[in-house]
């Protein structure tokens, strides 16, 4: 089975500049999260999907953020513009049905803004 | 809020020492508990999880029970590797379907030979 696919794996930007970072998911898994995690934290949810429907976005800094999932499959997430401050990696999970089901992770998306 | 609070790191241990790492969550009603691992270079992955008080999870010869009294999952294991030197996350998910997980800060463990 195929796991969760991000893109790119590393990004250098200068501030104020503009990045996307890609998903896709296990196949069939309706939720989809994206996770920022800055260096010696643990991730933080930014974003939940469930199929194309955001659940969840409290947590996003809509000035700057933006994503979407269109057709309830890929995902992607956009900083524009970025600051010092969103250096980081991006994770994008996926979860199965059920309520404790486990969350999928991609490798993650490095980004350094400069 | 729910929250996750983990022992500082770094832990650094001798090859078949044997480690604990602390775990204690905030939460309301009852959550679903989760250790995550992430090696050099690779994503998050699920290590070990328990639904409900008591149960013990476990996997790798790592373990960890959810003890709803002192609202814990400390992680243990009796003689660890060098191949377990990684980052490893204690997480909780409220029993409702689909609610993501909030995790702690990480604990960095390194073993020697």
């Known amino acids: 089975e195929a796991g969760v696919a991000q893109s790119p794996r590393y990004k250098i930007i200068e501030k104020r500049q503009s990045v996307a970072f890609w998903c896709n998911p296990i196949?069939?898994?309706?939720?989809l999260y994206w996770y920022q995690q800055i260096l010696g934290q643990g991730p933080k949810l930014l974003i939940q999907f469930q199929n194309n429907g955001v659940v969840d976005d409290s947590q996003l800094p809509k000035d700057r953020f933006s994503a979407e999932r269109l057709k309830g499959v890929d995902s992607t997430l956009k900083i524009q513009p970025a600051k010092l401050e969103d250096s980081a990696v991006y994770l994008c999970?996926?979860?199965?049905?059920?309520?404790?089901?486990?969350?999928?992770f991609g490798e993650g998306s490095r980004l350094t803004v400069l | 809020g729910d929250s996750v609070t983990q022992m500082e790191g770094p832990v650094t241990l001798s090859e078949e020492a044997f480690l604990t790492i602390n775990c204690t969550y905030t939460?309301?009603?009852?959550?679903?508990l989760f250790w995550y691992v992430q090696y050099p270079g690779e994503g998050l992955q699920l290590l070990l999880k328990a639904t409900k008080a008591d149960d013990k999870g476990s996997n790798k010869g790592f373990e960890a029970t959810y003890r709803k009294e002192t609202t814990s999952f400390h992680l243990e294991k009796g003689s660890v590797q060098v191949s377990d030197s990684a980052v490893y996350f204690c997480a909780l998910s409220a029993n409702q379907a689909g609610t993501a997980l909030i995790f702690g800060k990480g604990t960095t463990l390194s073993v020697s030979s």
């Open positions: 196949s069939g898994h309706a939720t």
């Open positions: 939460a309301t009603g009852y959550p679903s």
């Open positions: 999970a996926s979860r199965g049905t059920g309520t404790t089901g486990e969350l999928f």
